[in-house]
């Protein structure tokens, strides 16, 4: 299958090795992975905070880069969510029909990467090798937008050597939501501190999520307080095998 990877502004510029393991993972299974170069942001931020007419001419760009392709992939529930749910409301109530319609089949073929191998490819044993403690934080969007459910953690559990710990209340919002962060600092700051201590009451060495923007949230509050705790991306995980030097295996 040729798969167009949707890499995400994060993951672009903070978190270029979790765009990096999901091309590994997806060719390690057999795939054709390719890189759109004309995309940008999806516009989320600019929708979530009013700035419908910027977010218009993203997501015209976004339509126009990823038609030609028949699956879109990206390492984040939060940007498929907008793909799916705000594009085609964007292009509508600005009144361009055809955008709309081009936009819904888009997002018809759009997936998150968990969701992508479980429901789509129909695997779970995706032949990783990661020995570590870890627990797993289901963020807010792939949740609740894109309803995953237990896709990530049925991926983990196939994954050998890795210990699976239950996350206590992981239901629970880590505090990021985009520019919630910025506008309620207080209250953000509150949420990631509960969800730290659900963190750190599993005593895993590993926070993994499927979203960059809580990987960046959780994982600048555990530095902070230096509590020996990483976050990795899904899409790492998946992809390390026995032969990765960061799974203590060797070439």
Do not use: W
């Amino acid at each position: 299958m040729r798969v167009a990877l949707f890499v995400t502004c994060l993951a672009d510029t903070l978190f270029p090795q979790a765009a990096v393991a999901t091309v590994r993972l997806l060719e390690r299974l057999g795939h054709e992975v390719v890189f759109p170069e004309g995309q940008t942001c999806c516009g989320q931020m600019h929708v979530n905070t009013g700035y419908p007419d910027d977010a218009l001419r993203l997501v015209r760009r976004h339509v126009r880069t990823f038609a030609p392709y028949d699956t879109v992939v990206a390492p984040s529930g939060s940007c498929v969510g907008s793909v799916r749910h705000q594009h085609t409301m964007v292009a509508r109530r600005a009144g361009d029909e055809r955008l709309a319609s081009r936009a819904e089949e888009v997002a018809g073929r759009t997936y998150e990467l968990s969701e992508f191998l479980v429901d789509v490819l129909g695997v779970t044993d995706v032949g990783a090798y990661y020995p570590h403690r870890v627990t797993y934080h289901p963020t807010c969007h792939s949740l609740r937008m894109l309803r995953v459910g237990d896709k990530p953690l049925r991926l983990l559990r196939a994954v050998r050597g890795l210990d699976l710990v239950e996350l206590g209340q992981a239901e629970q919002c880590c505090g990021f939501g985009g520019t919630f962060a910025v506008k309620n600092a207080d209250t953000s700051t509150a949420m990631l501190a509960d969800k730290m201590r659900h963190v750190l009451a599993t005593g895993a060495e590993v926070c993994t999520a499927g979203d960059a923007s809580c990987m960046m949230h959780l994982g600048g509050g555990l530095s902070r307080l230096r509590a020996g705790v990483r976050t990795v991306h899904l899409a790492e995980i998946l992809a390390s095998t026995e032969a990765d030097p960061a799974t203590g295996g060797t070439r």
